[in-house]
């Protein structure tokens, strides 16, 4: 479970925002201090339901850009997602990193 502090890749977590039935909203931050609402999602397992609609909400708001009002989608990072297309700075977390 992630906890106020935990990194996440080159995210630091420091405050909840939010949660909700399927995921946590956190405030997180990068070692150059940007801050960022980062999502959580409570299942990494793909035959789930929730983890199906956390892809197709990444797909949507990859395909909806930059949009007034609606938060820009930096990165997503599904479990089977390719390491070749990570941002700089990012590892592959191990099981027991993973939230």
């Known amino acids: 479970m992630a906890t106020t ?3 996440i890749g080159p995210w630091t977590l420091h405050e909840k ?4 039935g ?3 909203v956190w405030r997180a931050s990068d070692e150059d201090g940007k801050v960022v609402a980062l999502k959580l999602i409570n299942t990494t397992k793909a035959q789930h339901e929730p983890y199906r609609r956390f892809v197709q909400e990444v797909q949507f708001l990859q395909k909806l850009g930059d949009f007034p009002g609606v938060l820009s989608l930096l990165h997503a990072h599904p479990i089977d ?3 070749d297309h990570a ?3 990012w590892r592959q977390p191990t099981p027991r990193q993973r939230p």
């Open 81 to 83: 997602w390719d390491p």
């Open 22 to 24: 399927n995921a946590t």
């Open 87 to 89: 941002p700089p700075g």
């Open 5 to 7: 502090g935990n990194s």
């Open 17 to 20: 925002l939010g949660v909700g």
